[in-house]
């Protein structure tokens, strides 16, 4: 996870609404939050910093300010404990064997008896 933000120069709520379903249909997204104010935009996902930038220059201009680590809630030491020790109990992914025969067929070739290699081929 990645938290990018940018920041962009818009001046009303059309062009905020504009910008933001622009940003949310963007692949990796998983959200947004606009900032009108500092007219800032910090979006939370996996997706390309460069290409949100890049979308977003359609509607003025677009400054990359930082992409980091998204922040994520602090739990407890016991808590990590556990899971830890839970994941290790875990059994282990099971094991899928494949028929050799139902691996598809080796390509060949097919000789017809009306083949002749000195015929016209545009006839």
């Known amino acids: 996870m990645k938290k990018i933000v940018l920041k962009l120069v818009i001046e009303d709520e059309k062009s905020k609404r504009k910008a933001m379903k622009a940003i949310a249909g963007v692949e990796g997204v ?49 808590e990590k404990k556990e899971e830890k020790k839970e994941q290790k109990k875990s059994d282990p992914p099971p094991v899928v064997y494949l028929n050799p025969s139902s691996y598809p067929p080796y390509p060949y070739t097919v000789v017809t008896e009306d083949y002749n290699p000195n015929s016209c081929t545009i006839c």
Not at 32 to 38: F, H, I, P, S
Not at 59 to 65: A, P, V
Request: glycine content about 6%; overall charge neutral; aromatic content about 6%.
């Open 30 to 78: 998983e959200s947004v939050a606009v900032d009108m104010k500092e007219r800032k935009i910090t979006v939370i996902g996996e997706a390309d910093p460069v290409y949100l930038t890049v979308k977003l220059r359609k509607f003025g201009f677009t400054e990359l300010l930082s992409v980091g680590p998204a922040k994520e809630e602090k739990k407890p030491e016991a």
